[in-house]
T-cell receptor, first 115, second 114 residues
Framework: AQKVTQAQTEISVVEKEDVTLDCVYE???????LFWYKQPPSGELVFLIR??????QNEISGRYSWNFQKSTSSFNFTITASQVVDSAVYFC????????????FGTGTSLTVIP | DADVTQTPRNRITKTGKRIMLECSQT?????MYWYRQDPGLGLRLIYY???????NKGEISDGYSVSRQAQAKFSLSLESAIPNQTALYFC?????????????FGPGTRLLVL
């Protein structure tokens, strides 16, 4: 079974619109981390955020915000006032203490921001 | 300079050839990983190493081998390349510790097997 599900394969928005990327995870571990990475067209993977399972406080960093809800096993990522430079593939990932830092990646969401 | 480097960045090879992808890091991390990325499948773990003497198979290790020559170097080999090994390959590193450390990725190697 897929441990991390990103149901949105592709999303297109017009510049300045807000967009939310969904991530649903599955784990029986009580200690785990969730991550978001960005992969721009150049191909590298850029680390965006890490959230541990004991901290459900939402995080905001500039135009980016993350909503972690254990009750729904979700760790969603919102970009406010999107810009063309936000166009990329975004990956959500799960790391469990039980499996010793093995990362489980979702299949990614390709975001296109149209000018 | 980049903390995690991969060489080559692009490689074209023929079926049956042996090739090696190399990864070096200056982050001082103990743990290193090799992933492959295929369209629509995300990243999948091939091998990982928690230190020089500790190497483990990941989800898709068949057809691959690795060598951890030093703390800073982790190489991935395709003994006899086949077309379905065409993919984008990433090396990653992390510190040891709680086991839930952030992984930092190299720039990737695009491999095409003809």
């Amino acid at each position: 079974a897929q441990k991390v599900t990103q149901a949105q394969t592709e999303i297109s928005v017009v510049e300045k619109e807000d967009v939310t990327l969904d991530c649903v995870y599955e784990t029986r571990d009580t200690t785990y981390y969730l991550f978001w990475y960005k992969q721009p067209p150049s191909g590298e993977l850029v680390f965006l955020i890490r959230r541990n399972s004991f901290d459900e406080q939402n995080e905001i960093s500039g135009r980016y915000s993350w909503n972690f809800q254990k009750s729904t096993s979700s760790f969603n990522f919102t970009i406010t006032a999107s810009q063309v430079v936000d166009s990329a593939v975004y990956f959500c990932a799960l790391s469990e203490a039980y499996t010793g830092n093995q990362f489980y990646f979702g299949t990614g969401t390709s975001l296109t921001v149209i000018p | 300079d980049a903390d995690v480097t991969q060489t080559p960045r692009n490689r074209i090879t023929k079926t049956g050839k042996r090739i090696m992808l190399e990864c070096s890091q200056t982050k001082g991390h103990d743990r290193m990983y090799w992933y492959r990325q295929d369209p629509g499948l995300g990243l999948r773990l091939i091998y990982y190493s928690f230190d020089v003497k500790d190497i483990n198979k990941g989800e898709i290790s068949d057809g691959y081998s690795v060598s951890r020559q030093a703390q800073a170097k982790f190489s991935l080999s395709l003994e006899s390349a086949i077309p379905n090994q065409t993919a984008l390959y990433f090396c990653a590193t992390s510190t040891s510790g709680t086991g839930l450390e952030t992984q930092y990725f190299g720039p990737g190697t695009r491999l095409l097997v003809l």
